[in-house]
């Protein structure tokens, strides 16, 4: 008998301890939009604000929480939504809202695709045990002008590789390129570590631009540090905000400077005039750039690639005495087919020794 | 099959064939070349089943020896030029030397001038008559010495560090080594490097392994009479043509075939599908699922012309972006570009079919697809009459939503564009301009809507003289407006997105010897005109400085703000980074960096980063670097915690020789 008594007894505590902590119920949840394009094209991120209704029946705080959505076609998505939600007052209604970006694989959205329109169902519920969870469903509409959503992303250094070796003082930047479909902004912050004794990433800038309908961008990052010695890291980080990524790092990849060799004195700069960046490969283009005391000649050298690899030889080049030269036919021919371009000029003393060099200019 | 008796082009294919078409293209030049290449296709597949094969190719005669030449020496090219009616122009190798020629008794006589390495050389000399030039006579010879003996010639740079530090609470003692060490060989017939990355810290590691390799890649070269084989084991760019194989760089193996005079171009090549690093699948070939090969031959059958027919084939599995699942693919390209007129005319056009399973033997259906891209480029000014150049060019580009390749991973899928652009440069100025229309959903599903956006840019750059003390002081924009309107709306698919988004960068560069200051601001406003009236306005204000402001102090500031006026969330963020390094009169130098990062964003969080440092050479390759670091929230990253407080000290030494 003594032991019924302590059995009850305890589970009367319990429900009183639970009763305690059970303050308030969800009544009532909506999502917006209530409609969300997916792109079955390839994968992408979705935002969704889910608003909900809650009934205070105590004063103490109450947490509503969501373990994971669901898809009509039967994909959990999403993680753990949650909020601990202070009372307003017993008999008092509070409404609160919870963002969550929505990560669409590509699997997934393909899947959508092919099963027309469909569902997103997410429930919410706080600690009252006998008031279940309360669903709120979003439609998810396949469209060709949906969701950003990025079918390709390479990140990779100028001269294509993804590990780069360069000399203090050279110029350097990360490329990050990607193919989207659909519509959406995209932003997000190049962050480079090192060398290698300051190690934490840090912003050096950041990139916004709204992408719409299929197109191949290409996103440059600011000239990367290469004043000091050491192992550097580079990386992209997607903001949250924008649609189509998740908004963690993409890949990381390193770059490592080292000193010029000791045995060479350091070269002299070559400032480039003209063309402009970006100017393209055109007929009888003159390059131009300011003299350099000491140079007996010129050479104008057109490369696909920065400086790494077995393509760094150039693909064609020309020589002159004069501080501009002329692009002639035959030349444009062997610069015609490539896709990338970039020249420099190299000033030669009367020995035909390189005494001066420019940084690289892209120009396609 | 049918022949040309005089310079030109025919194609000829029987039109009714049954099982079975045969295709030929064939020209005969008055000159000396004769070309012929043919192949088949079959009926329901629509166009070329096997690549076009080359019959006949009638080289040109070999280049005239000049002999042997020492560094010092004039090169006199043995042909009277007095009687020749045009302008000539002279290349060595891929070297444009017109402007170091002079005429000496009615011979041409180069200055070499100490610019060329050792070895044979190729004279290639041109006669330019009007707009258009051939090729009038090629010479090759041997440059001696010079640049060293010995039959390798080789190179390393690395930098090695030891680094002892405590964070927070925690000492660590972590080293790395990383670099690349380069060979080759003084006849060019082999050439290569390995990069390499050794590292206890494993956010540096590759696949874990505290040693790796990171790029590599060995190439073989070997002449044969006029031609040339070359064979790339290691990390390699393709970009073939704009369809099919473009802007791939991937690791495997490739070979090359090229006609001396680059008629004809033959290229194998077997590749990862996936961008990898380490010594995992090594040559690329290793792993069936992870694997594409594939060939191009190109042909460029007149002499005197740049006028290139090239062809491509690819077959292989792999995983696509985003994508876990292995599927498998293949296809073929084929088309041509050139130009006319002295250049100053440019075009091309290639089409493409592939095929794509994207499980393998899963349920999923097999897709096809095609693409097309063309374009044409005129100068309608040309810079060498008139310092000024004015380019007009057209590009039309449809490309099906099935067109999967993973030889061109990064190609826009699902569109039909045009785009018209023109660039005019003079002395200072350069301005462009883009407008560009695009059928959205194009081979796509039935059920999806179609839109049109349209899209017109402008761009350019000002180069002031020079203002106050900066040596160079450069103005540059860029605008845009872009808007998307309604085609087509199935039963099923949402009303309208179209919206209007217009926006613009101004950006002004001023530089002085020891000083660069750059001042930029934009501007973004989305305008969305259907149910979802998702409206943005973006502001951004960048400003960076980099000076050296005495002989010992270098300053670096750069600072960026955004304000976000958008659907979801109102932000705005700031970032802020000083670098300062002084270099005392007694080796130490001194290094100082300070970062922020503030926002109100729900998305992200403030942050701040300091880093002082002092460094000084030990002997001639080594460093000796005293640091301590303090970041917060955002920037602290090392311990996992909203603060990191760090001090310690690097013994960094430095190898780079050779090259």
């Known amino acids: 008998m003594a032991v019924i008594r302590i059995i009850l007894t305890t589970f009367v505590l319990l429900l009183s301890l639970q009763s305690a902590h059970a303050q308030a119920v969800v009544v009532s949840v909506s999502p917006a939009p209530a409609t969300v394009r997916v792109n079955p094209g390839g994968s992408s991120a979705i935002t969704v604000r889910w608003t909900i209704r809650l009934n205070f029946f105590g004063p103490a705080a109450e947490t509503v929480s969501s373990a994971s959505g669901v898809t009509s076609t039967g994909v959990t998505l999403g993680g753990s939504l949650s909020k601990r939600v202070p009372s307003p007052g017993a008999g008092q209604t509070e409404t609160i809202t919870l963002t969550e970006r929505l990560f669409i694989d590509r699997n997934t959205a393909e899947a959508i695709g092919a099963a027309g329109p469909s569902t997103y169902t997410r429930s919410f519920g706080s600690t009252v045990a006998t008031n279940g969870p309360i669903p709120g469903t979003i439609s998810l509409q396949p469209s060709s002008g949906g969701s950003l959503s990025i079918r390709n992303l390479e990140l990779i250094f100028d001269d294509d590789s993804r590990f780069a070796v360069v000399e203090s003082g050279d110029a350097l930047n990360a490329r990050l390129e990607i193919s989207s479909l659909g519509r959406g902004s995209f932003a997000g912050r190049w962050e480079v570590s090192g060398p290698t004794g300051s190690a934490a990433f840090r912003p050096i800038g950041r990139v916004s631009r709204r992408l719409s309908g299929a197109v191949r961008t290409v996103f440059e990052s600011p000239n990367l540090r290469t004043d000091r010695p050491g192992l550097y890291q580079v990386r992209f980080v997607p903001e949250a905000v924008t649609l189509g990524l998740s908004p963690t790092p993409l890949e990381v990849i390193s770059y490592s400077v080292v000193e010029p060799d000791a045995a060479e004195p350091a070269a002299k700069n070559v400032n480039l005039l003209s063309p402009p960046p970006g100017f393209g490969v055109k007929g009888a283009t003159r390059f131009a750039w300011q003299p350099v005391p000491g140079a007996a000649r010129y050479r104008v050298e057109f490369s696909r690639t920065d400086a790494v690899g077995l393509d760094r030889d150039f693909l064609a080049a020309i020589e002159s005495r004069q501080t501009s030269a002329l692009l002639r036919q035959f030349t444009l021919r062997r610069l015609n087919t490539e896709t990338r371009l970039f020249w420099y000029v190299v000033a030669f003393d009367g020995a035909g020794t390189p005494i001066a060099v420019s940084s690289k200019r892209q120009l396609k | ?659």
């Open chain 2, 1 to 659: 099959m049918q022949y040309l008796t005089k310079p030109g082009l025919t194609l000829c294919c029987r039109p009714r064939c049954t099982d079975q078409c045969s295709i030929s293209i064939g020209c005969v030049s008055k000159n000396e070349d004769i070309v012929l290449i043919s192949g088949f296709f079959k009926p329901g597949q629509n166009w070329l089943l096997c690549l076009p094969f080359v019959l006949l190719a009638a080289l040109p005669a070999r280049a005239q020896d000049l002999g042997t030449i020492s560094p010092g020496d004039q090169l006199t090219l043995p042909l009277n030029v007095t009687q020749l009616d045009g302008e000539i122009a002279i290349e060595i190798d891929a070297i444009d030397v017109t402007e170091l020629a002079a005429i000496v008794n009615g011979q041409i006589v180069l200055d070499l001038g100490g610019t060329l390495n050792s070895g044979s050389h190729e004279v290639t000399l041109y006669l330019f008559k009007g707009d258009s030039y051939r090729i009038l006579e090629t010479y090759s010879f041997e440059l001696s010495g010079g640049s060293g003996g010995g039959l390798f010639s080789y190179g390393a740079q690395a930098t090695h560090e030891v680094e002892g530090r405590r964070v927070n609470s925690e000492n660590e003692l972590e080293g790395s080594s990383s670099g690349q060490v380069s060979l080759q060989t003084r006849d060019e017939s082999f050439s290569g490097y390995v990069g390499y990355i050794a590292s206890s810290r494993e956010e540096e590691q590759i696949d874990n392994k505290s040693l790796n390799v990171t790029e590599y890649a060995l190439r073989f070269q070997h002449d044969l009479g006029e031609s040339r084989v070359s064979a790339t084991l290691g990390h390699q760019t393709l970009d073939f043509d704009p369809v099919l194989v473009d802007s791939l760089n991937r690791r495997g193996l490739g070979l090359t075939f090229t006609s001396r005079d680059e008629i004809f171009r033959a290229d194998l090549f077997s590749l990862q599908t996936q961008s990898t690093l380490g010594v995992e699948n090594f040559t690329g070939l290793q792993d069936r699922d992870d694997r594409m090969q594939g060939a191009r031959l190109a042909l460029r059958p007149f002499k005197r012309a740049d006028l290139i027919f090239s062809a491509q084939v690819y077959e292989g599995a792999g995983a696509l972006f985003g994508d876990s699942i292995v599927g498998e693919g293949s296809g073929y390209s084929f088309g041509f570009d050139g130009s006319l007129r002295d250049g100053r005319v440019r075009f091309g056009a290639h089409y493409g079919r592939v095929w794509w399973d994207d499980d393998g033997d899963g349920p999923v259906e097999n897709v096809t697809g095609d693409a097309v891209n063309a374009f044409a480029e005129y100068d309608l000014l040309s810079g060498e009459e008139t310092n000024r150049q004015l380019t007009v060019g057209l590009t039309y580009d449809v490309v099906d939503a099935d067109f999967v390749s993973l030889t061109n991973p990064g190609l826009p899928v699902g569109h039909q564009t045009f785009a018209f652009s023109a660039n005019y440069t003079a002395n200072k100025l350069y301005l462009g301009f883009l407008a560009r229309t695009q059928e959205t959903n194009f081979g796509g599903p039935d059920e999806l809507e179609t839109d049109r956006i349209t899209r017109l840019q402008f761009d350019g750059t000002y180069d002031f003289d020079p203002v106050l003390s900066f040596e160079t002081t450069t103005l540059s924009f860029f605008a845009y407006s872009e808007w998307q309107r309604r085609l087509d709306t199935p039963p099923m698919a949402l009303p309208n997105f179209d919206y209007l988004d217009t926006g613009f960068d101004v950006r002004l560069d001023l530089s002085t010897a020891l000083t660069q200051v750059s001042v930029g601001y934009g501007l973004d406003s989305l305008n969305d005109q259907n149910q979802f009236n998702e409206d943005e306005l973006r502001h951004r204000v960048n400003l960076s400085l980099d000076t050296q402001a005495t002989e010992a102090l270098y300053i670096s500031l750069a600072a960026g703000s955004e304000w976000v006026d958008g659907a979801f969330d109102d932000f705005w963020v700031h970032d802020v980074t000083l670098r300062a390094d002084y270099q005392t009169n007694f080796d130490w130098l001194f290094g100082l960096e300070l970062s922020t990062t503030q926002t109100n964003s729900i998305f992200s969080e403030d942050g701040f980063f300091a880093h002082l440092e002092a460094s000084r050479p030990i002997g001639k390759f080594g460093e000796l670097v005293l640091y301590g670091t303090w970041a917060d929230d955002f920037l602290a990253v090392e311990s996992g915690n909203t603060h990191d407080a760090i001090i310690g000290f690097i013994f960094r030494a430095n190898t780079n020789f050779g090259r």
